[in-house]
């Protein structure tokens, strides 16, 4: 059997990595400002991660989740304490889309509506709903079209207010910073509009933290910036460092219902314990601090570049859009300069390093960019 060639690839087979650098099979060695597409949080091959995964599969991977499973109430404390939203309870599942789907579910379950306001150029997933609310019609099969979405400009505080006025908008579901996008920034009078018209219209704020969660942007959740909270957080990527697992933050305005939501594999033994020791090294390490202090160091000097149009973003999730086409561009930092990047639609680089990143190893990734233009 072939695999189903959905990927266009690098002939680049990854074989290790250790912190913020991978390598090859033949031994060539590249550094990782793009973190597996903005999973990798806490580093590649941590040794505490190591640790923690190693003792939890010799003891346990897997049970139901018909049992107690005391690892899943530590991730839900730890998580909440770190993360500010002590108040919310935590439902774990496996990826990014499933977390969406489920907290599109819990939103019409609660107000009995299906109308969603997502946003232009949003990213959610290619499942079902989540595909459905995400703003791009060529990966949307005519089995997910089911009308259900109305997409806004983002940004357009009256547009917005006028769609929600309409009193039947089930959910709006927003990336704290759009990442497939272009790495595109909401607005804090844009946040704290739509969060006062979600509560005046019963409309529930789904926050989607997936890619710029987890303290990529430089505070564990990229809304946090606006000083508004969500309804629902929906997080993956970072939580697992490459463990996959996601999870959906919920409001005590939801109540639990038996059997609305479930899973097999979510929040399982394993799951939870690389999900612990992430925490665990975030805390130690002070990883959001680090790359709020990077991410700002690496933009300060990108702003200097003057072929680059412009610099966005926040922490260490952050958009380089160009006048030009970037996939030469791209190809000669891995090629040539044997750095990994990441890109949005032709002409943003994003760069989404591991959040240990050091100022030593962005000013390494800054002399190989010089090069590569
Ligand atoms: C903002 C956002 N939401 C949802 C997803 C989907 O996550 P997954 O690929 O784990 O389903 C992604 C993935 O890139 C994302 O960036």
């Known amino acids: 059997m072939k695999l189903f060639d959905v990927y266009p690839l690098f002939d680049i087979n990854i074989v290790k990595g250790k912190g913020c650098h991978v390598w090859d099979e033949k031994g060539t060695e590249y550094l990782d400002l793009y973190g597996g597409h903005a999973v990798i949080s806490i580093g590649h091959a941590h040794p505490h991660y190591i640790e923690m ?87 949307i099969a005519p089995i997910n079209d089911c009308g259900h979405v109305t997409y806004l400009p983002l940004n357009d505080i009256d547009t917005m207010k006028a769609e929600l006025a309409k009193g039947d908008v089930c959910a709006v579901i927003i990336e704290g910073i759009q990442g497939v996008g272009g790495i595109q920034l909401p607005t804090d009078e844009f946040m704290q509009a739509l969060r006062q018209a979600c509560t005046d219209n019963n409309t529930v704020l789904i926050l989607d933290e997936i890619q710029s969660g987890y303290g990529r942007s430089g505070k564990f959740f990229a809304h ?26 919920i409001s005590p305005m939801f109540t639990p219902v038996y059997g609305q939501l479930g899973t097999t594999f979510g929040g399982n033994h394993l799951a939870c314990s690389a999900a612990l020791a992430v925490l665990d090294v975030i805390e130690q390490e002070n990883l959001i601090a680090n790359a709020a202090k990077v991410g700002e160091h690496l933009m300060t000097e990108l702003k200097r570049f003057p072929q680059i149009k412009e610099v966005r973003g926040r922490g260490l999730m952050i958009g380089l859009e160009f006048e030009e086409p970037i996939k030469e561009l791209r190809l000669r930092l891995l090629k040539e300069q044997h750095v990994f990047t990441g890109v949005s639609g032709t002409n943003v680089l994003r760069l989404l390093p591991p959040l240990c990143l050091s100022v030593e190893e962005a000013d390494t990734f800054l002399e190989r960019f010089q090069k590569a233009l």
């Open 224 to 249: 946090q910036y606006n000083g508004i909270k969500a309804d629902i957080i929906t997080v993956a990527k970072g939580i697992g460092n490459g463990f996959p697992m996601a999870g959906v933050l």
């Open 53 to 139: 995964i190693s003792k939890q599969v010799a003891t346990l991977g897997f049970y139901s989740n018909s049992v107690i499973n005391k690892l899943q109430q530590q991730v839900a404390e730890r998580l909440g304490k770190v993360c500010g939203y002590d108040d919310h309870s935590l439902f774990l599942i496996n990826s990014g889309a499933e977390a969406n789907e489920n907290a599109l579910k819990l939103s019409s379950f609660y107000n009995g509506r299906t109308r969603v306001v997502s946003f232009s150029k949003a990213f959610h997933g290619r499942t079902s709903l989540a595909v459905e609310v995400t703003n791009n019609p060529k990966i």
